[in-house]
């Protein structure tokens, strides 16, 4: 909320991304493809991250295999069959690369919130 109730902008919000994107400005990675990884991380299976971001099997491969193509290294290891089935983890790149993203994002939101405060206060005075 951008300021008390009936204020001008009450119903005014700032939003923002983070975007990696090549110095052509083509996007790499958009916080979705973060948010898989994290999944992938968290689950340690692309199908299960897929569910839990509630997107296919098959768009949660073609975010993964569009980023991998560009960065031009894998992010994840993928592990077929066995006993118990197969299992996805990241790759040392996918665990260096998700976790300055998290600290990222952290450090950015923190950030964010005070100067969006002051933004907001200086229009709504």
Known sequence: MAGPKGSK????FLKYQINLETVDDEKIFKPEGFDLLNAVRKTGS???AANEMKISYRKAWGI???VEEKLGFPLVEKHRGGA???????SREGNELVDAYNE?????????KEVTRKFFWSINK
Request: hydrophobic letters at 30%; proline letters at 0%; aromatic letters at 12%.
């Open 64 to 66: 993964l295999k569009e």
């Open 104 to 112: 990222l994002t952290n450090q950015f939101n923190t950030s964010m």
């Open 84 to 90: 118990k089935g197969g299992h996805t983890n990241l």
């Open 9 to 12: 902008y009450y119903n005014v």
């Open 46 to 48: 692309l199908a299960s």
